[in-house]
Structure formats: structure tokens, C-alpha cells
């Protein structure tokens, strides 16, 4: 019995990454001016700011209803008409499926592209196209799932079983019947699971993009900020955290049963009575939201506008790229990646102890990892917008205030992925070493850790490429980054300025994603 070892990297290579992260950690903290000392001095403001929140408006109730369920269907056509795309794009992508790389690269190409552009940003400019309202939200949301949703996909479509695939060659299947016979049946389960996390993503993206003019329960929450009504705010992020813990709760238990399957032996008359209920639960929330969601069309003025952006866009206002006596792209940029690498950075190790609070198998005792579920749940779901607002309260409107709202944020989305790996984890090295009496401290040590650390870096840089996105616009309440001029620049109209700015955004997501995603496959 031949036993397989793990090839570990050079320790000099490991010395010299380490000294890269210290030194760009040391570089974000200086370029973002973060420090204790800062947080420690305006915490007082924090508690004053959470007590204008407290008690909540609970009578503010009655008036959110409306407009959560105007979020709740551009949700679920956002995502259902983005998913309509994105699912044959990912097919296109796939160099398992289709082979021509003329075919492949361009598909790639334009997934990329779109998925670069933050959902916020796709908001602002469709409210200037379209008008205000949920028609801007909707297509949003549409560009916003496809982004998503084509990546995972495809990656999905490229990790299946070739054997099926070289048997239909091999007998001379054409091109449609390897995609209905071979790869469709693989897929379709790992499909509808990330359709049914892609919606759960996309209730939170929905929630501010109202803040742009973008409809829904954002354009809410929007004026009870600019009215100074904190308590109607509070009321509102309580309200969306439990529409939003409760659809976690089913697509979470549905998308175990797509990927597990059922705990228990399920008869092929009930197995499929559920997918005949599930369908048409899907058709009836569908057809709920066509017709309940007024879709306002495109304005008198949309071609002309249209035609003005993509004049600016395809003339972009190269000048901004560097001034050297003041605000560029270049400085704006640089900022937004130390906002995003601090926050990053935050995020990963406050989250530690939560992840393992929530994870199933680390505890006896199911009420502790529910709770710690839930306390994750929460704060995923307060706004970065929000954060933002109450960081800039103690450290005023600068880049501080976006790293330690991007921070905390991330706490709930990336202590989710590190519980769910230590939850998936193979138990038996620890009750192995359990069984010979090793303390918790050396289970974890050798036993738990050793088997997370991949999936906890992978989820990691994973998350820095989503927080890059989300810095880009941070500055439309003065948190830092790009957000600030881009905002300015879409209000003024001016579209060649805003052109170099989304060119800069492409290229630095771009970059990022790349080298993100090539560590991913090496470490993963």
C-alpha cells in the first residue's frame, strides 16, 4: 500500500508571501490612515449613533411591506431573466463543451467584463437611462445575476465527469445531445443550487440599490437617512434581515436536498409530487412579480442619453488618469485596493471564532451553531451603506470608515464559507486523536486546521475579489475609493469621465480576479 504525501512549498517561497502581505497590510494601513487609536477616540460617537437607532420605529412596519415586496420581485425576475442568459453562456464557456476557442475566449471575455461592474453601478447608470424606480433595479439585478451566475456555472460545467462525454463522442453524438444527455443531467442540480444562492445574494444587493434611485426598499431606507430618521432606518434593516433569514433558511435547506439529496429514502411519487409543488411555486412567485411589479419602460429621453453615454464611454477623459496636483484615477484607485485589502484583511480574522460558533460539527448541541448562524445572518445582511455611515461617525467621511465597514460586513458572508468548510470537513482524524485523549487545542491544531486552511485562503481571496467591487463605490457617502468622483461624474453627466473611471474599474477587477483566481487553483 503505497502511501501519497503532500508536496509542501518551499519555505522560502512561504517567507517571502508573508512578507508580501505584511508589507502591502503595512501599505493599506498607511494609504487608508487606519489606526486603534482613530477608532478608540470616535467610539463614543458609534454608541450615539446606534442609540439614535434604538428603540426601532416598530409602527414603520406597516409602511415597508410595500416596498420589500417591489425588492422581492426584482429579485426574482432580476435573477430568473439573468439566468436565462447566463446559464447558455456558461455552456459557451466551458472548454469541456465547447471546444473553438474562438468561441470560448470571446464568452469568457464578456462575462468578465460584466461581472466587473458593481451591481450599485449598474443601478446609477440604468436610473439614468431608464428613470428612477424598479425598472432601473430590475435590470440591474439582471446584469448583476449574470455576472455571478455565469462563473459559477461554468467552472461547475468544467469540474463534471468526462467519461460520459467521451462516450457520446466516441459514438458520434452531435453537439446538442452531448449538452441534453451528458452534461445537463450532471449540472442541473449544482445549476439550480447556485440559482438559489445567487437569489439570496441578490435580496441584499437590492436592498440599497435605492440609494441610487433604483426602486425597492433601498429608495426607503434612502429617505429615512436623509431625513435623520435612524430608528425608521433600524426598523427597515430589521424588517429585510427577517424576509432575508427566512428565505436563507429554505434555499439553504433546498440546496442541500440538490447537491446531497434527502436524508431519508423518498418514494418516486412523493419525490415527484415535491418537484411538481416546487415548479409551480417557482411559476406562481414568477407571474406574482410580473404583474406586480410596475415596470416603467424606457423615458422620452433614453436613446439620447444612451447615445451620449456611450459617446463619453468610447471618448474617455484620459487627462484624469494622473494630475499630479490632485484627486485621479490612479490615487482613487489606490485607494480603493487598500480598502478592500485592510477590509479583507479584518474580515478574515474576526471572523475565525464566529465560523467556528456556527459550524454544525464543533458542537454537541444544535441551539449553539444556530446561533451562531444566525448572528452571521445578521450581519451579512447590514448594508456595507449602513456600516459606512456609522464608522463615519466615529472616524469621519474617509477611507477608515470603508475599510471597517467592508470589515465587518464580510464578517457574515465570509464566516458563512469558513463554517460551511469546517462543516464539511472529514471528522475522522479528530475522533481519532479524541479517542487517544488529545485536548481541544491539539485537535485543532493537527486534526481541524490542517484540512480548513485551503478552503479558508481559497474563500479569502475569493471575498477580496467581491470587497474590490463593493469599495468602488463606498464614496457615495464619503467612505473613500473611486465611488466618490465615478458618483460625481454620473450625477454631472459627464461620460468621458466616467468612461476612464469604469475603465479603471474593469482593469484593476480584472487584474484581481486573475491573479485571485490562479492562487485559487493552486491552493485548492
Given at each position: 500500500?503505497?502511501?501519497?504525501?503532500?508536496?509542501?512549498?518551499?519555505?522560502?517561497?512561504?517567507?517571502l508571501t508573508a512578507l508580501i502581505m505584511v508589507l502591502f497590510l503595512v501599505g493599506s494601513i498607511y494609504?487608508?490612515?487606519?489606526?486603534?487609536?482613530?477608532?478608540?477616540?470616535?467610539?463614543?460617537?458609534?454608541?450615539?449613533?446606534?442609540?439614535?437607532?434604538?428603540?426601532?420605529?416598530?409602527?414603520?412596519?406597516?409602511?415597508?411591506?410595500?416596498?420589500?415586496?417591489?425588492?422581492?420581485?426584482?429579485?426574482?425576475?432580476?435573477?430568473?431573466?439573468?439566468?436565462?442568459?447566463?446559464?447558455?453562456?456558461?455552456?459557451?464557456?466551458?472548454?469541456?463543451?465547447?471546444?473553438?476557442?474562438?468561441?470560448?475566449?470571446?464568452?469568457?471575455?464578456?462575462?468578465?467584463?460584466?461581472?466587473?461592474?458593481?451591481?450599485?453601478?449598474?443601478?446609477?447608470?440604468?436610473?439614468?437611462?431608464?428613470?428612477?424606480?424598479?425598472?432601473?433595479?430590475?435590470?440591474?439585478?439582471?446584469?448583476?445575476?449574470?455576472?455571478?451566475?455565469?462563473?459559477?456555472?461554468?467552472?461547475?460545467?468544467?469540474?463534471?465527469?468526462?467519461?460520459?462525454?467521451?462516450?457520446?463522442?466516441?459514438?458520434?453524438?452531435?453537439?446538442?445531445?452531448?449538452?441534453?444527455?451528458?452534461?445537463?443531467?450532471?449540472?442541473?442540480?449544482?445549476?439550480?443550487?447556485?440559482?438559489?444562492?445567487?437569489?439570496?445574494?441578490?435580496?441584499?444587493?437590492?436592498?440599497?440599490?435605492?440609494?441610487?434611485?433604483?426602486?425597492?426598499?433601498?429608495?426607503?431606507?434612502?429617505?429615512?437617512?436623509?431625513?435623520?430618521?435612524?430608528?425608521?432606518?433600524?426598523?427597515?434593516?430589521?424588517?429585510?434581515?427577517?424576509?432575508?433569514?427566512?428565505?436563507?433558511?429554505?434555499?439553504?435547506?433546498?440546496?442541500?436536498?440538490?447537491?446531497?439529496?434527502?436524508?431519508?429514502?423518498?418514494?418516486?411519487?412523493?419525490?415527484?409530487?415535491?418537484?411538481?409543488?416546487?415548479?409551480?411555486?417557482?411559476?406562481?412567485?414568477?407571474?406574482?412579480?410580473?404583474?406586480?411589479?410596475?415596470?416603467?419602460?424606457?423615458?422620452?429621453?433614453?436613446?439620447?442619453?444612451?447615445?451620449?453615454?456611450?459617446?463619453?464611454?468610447?471618448?474617455?477623459?484620459?487627462?484624469?488618469?494622473?494630475?499630479?496636483?490632485?484627486?485621479?484615477?490612479?490615487?482613487?484607485?489606490?485607494?480603493?485596493?487598500?480598502?478592500?485589502?485592510?477590509?479583507?484583511?479584518?474580515?478574515?480574522?474576526?471572523?475565525?471564532?464566529?465560523?467556528?460558533?456556527?459550524?454544525?460539527?464543533?458542537?454537541?448541541?444544535?441551539?449553539?451553531?444556530?446561533?451562531?448562524?444566525?448572528?452571521?445572518?445578521?450581519?451579512?445582511?447590514i448594508p456595507e451603506i449602513i456600516m459606512a455611515l456609522i464608522f463615519i461617525k466615529a472616524v469621519g467621511?474617509?477611507?477608515?470608515?470603508?475599510?471597517?465597514?467592508?470589515?465587518?460586513?464580510?464578517?457574515?458572508?465570509?464566516?458563512?464559507?469558513?463554517?460551511?468548510?469546517?462543516?464539511?470537513?472529514?471528522?475522522?482524524?479528530?475522533?481519532?486523536?479524541?479517542?487517544?485523549?488529545?485536548?481541544?487545542?491539539?485537535?485543532?491544531?493537527?486534526?481541524?486546521?490542517?484540512?480548513?486552511?485551503?478552503?479558508?485562503?481559497?474563500?479569502?481571496?475569493?471575498?477580496?475579489?467581491?470587497?474590490?467591487?463593493?469599495?468602488?463605490?463606498?464614496?457615495?457617502?464619503?467612505?473613500?475609493?473611486?465611488?466618490?468622483?465615478?458618483?460625481?461624474?454620473?450625477?454631472?453627466?459627464?461620460?468621458?469621465?466616467?468612461?476612464?473611471?469604469?475603465?479603471?474599474?474593469?482593469?484593476?477587477?480584472?487584474?484581481?480576479?486573475?491573479?485571485?483566481?490562479?492562487?485559487?487553483?493552486?491552493?485548492?
Open positions: 500500500m503505497s502511501v501519497t504525501t503532500v508536496k509542501r512549498p518551499p519555505r522560502t517561497k512561504l517567507y494609504q487608508t490612515d487606519a489606526t486603534l487609536t482613530k477608532l478608540a477616540t470616535g467610539t463614543p460617537e458609534i454608541f450615539k449613533f446606534i442609540g439614535e437607532m434604538f428603540p426601532p420605529d416598530w409602527a414603520f412596519f406597516a409602511d415597508i411591506w410595500k416596498p420589500m415586496a417591489q425588492t422581492l420581485q426584482m429579485s426574482i425576475i432580476g435573477t430568473t431573466v439573468g439566468a436565462i442568459f447566463a446559464y447558455p453562456f456558461a455552456l459557451l464557456a466551458a472548454r469541456n463543451v465547447t471546444t473553438s476557442p474562438w468561441l470560448f475566449y470571446p464568452a469568457r471575455l464578456i462575462m468578465n467584463l460584466l461581472r466587473t461592474i458593481p451591481d450599485l453601478l449598474y443601478a446609477a447608470l440604468f436610473a439614468v437611462l431608464v428613470g428612477f424606480g424598479p425598472t432601473a433595479g430590475t435590470l440591474a439585478l439582471v446584469f448583476f445575476t449574470f455576472g455571478i451566475l455565469s462563473k459559477l456555472s461554468y467552472e461547475s460545467t468544467e469540474a463534471i465527469d468526462p467519461g460520459p462525454l467521451e462516450a457520446m463522442t466516441a459514438v458520434g453524438a452531435n453537439k446538442l445531445k452531448l449538452i441534453r444527455f451528458g452534461v445537463l443531467p450532471q449540472v442541473a442540480p449544482t445549476y439550480l443550487a447556485h440559482f438559489l444562492y445567487t437569489f439570496e445574494v441578490s435580496i441584499r444587493a437590492s436592498a440599497i440599490l435605492g440609494l441610487v434611485g433604483a426602486g425597492g426598499i433601498g429608495l426607503l431606507l434612502k429617505n429615512t437617512l436623509d431625513l435623520f430618521r435612524y430608528d425608521q432606518s433600524c426598523a427597515i434593516v430589521i424588517y429585510t434581515l427577517l424576509v432575508v433569514v427566512i428565505i436563507d433558511l429554505v434555499s439553504t435547506r433546498f440546496r442541500s436536498y440538490l447537491l446531497k439529496g434527502s436524508a431519508k429514502p423518498m418514494s418516486e411519487t412523493r419525490s415527484r409530487t415535491y418537484k411538481i409543488v416546487g415548479w409551480g411555486a417557482v411559476i406562481a412567485l414568477f407571474i406574482w412579480s410580473l404583474t406586480g411589479l410596475e415596470l416603467t419602460g424606457f423615458q422620452p429621453t433614453t436613446w439620447i442619453l444612451t447615445k451620449a453615454m456611450i459617446s463619453g464611454l468610447f471618448h474617455p477623459d484620459w487627462a484624469y488618469v494622473y494630475i499630479p496636483e490632485g484627486e485621479d484615477l490612479l490615487r482613487s484607485l489606490l485607494e480603493t485596493l487598500s480598502i478592500s485589502y485592510l477590509g479583507n484583511f479584518v474580515s478574515a480574522v474576526v471572523c475565525l471564532p464566529f465560523a467556528f460558533w456556527a459550524a454544525a460539527n464543533m458542537s454537541r448541541y444544535r441551539a449553539v451553531s444556530g446561533t451562531g448562524k444566525f448572528f452571521l445572518s445578521v450581519v451579512r445582511t467621511p474617509n477611507a477608515y470608515a470603508g475599510v471597517m465597514a467592508l470589515g465587518l460586513h464580510s464578517v457574515g458572508m465570509l464566516g458563512k464559507l469558513y463554517a460551511e468548510a469546517i462543516e464539511n470537513m472529514d471528522m475522522g482524524p479528530t475522533e481519532a486523536m479524541n479517542a487517544v485523549g488529545a485536548n481541544i487545542w491539539q485537535r485543532m491544531a493537527y486534526a481541524v486546521v490542517p484540512q480548513v486552511i485551503p478552503d479558508f485562503i481559497s474563500y479569502t481571496l475569493y471575498r477580496f475579489e467581491i470587497n474590490v467591487r463593493s469599495a468602488t463605490l463606498l464614496g457615495i457617502i464619503g467612505a473613500g475609493g473611486i465611488g466618490t468622483p465615478l458618483i460625481f461624474a454620473l450625477n454631472a453627466r459627464q461620460w468621458p469621465r466616467v468612461g476612464i473611471i469604469l475603465i479603471g474599474i474593469i482593469i484593476t477587477v480584472s487584474i484581481i480576479d486573475y491573479i485571485s483566481g490562479s492562487l485559487r487553483k493552486r491552493i485548492v
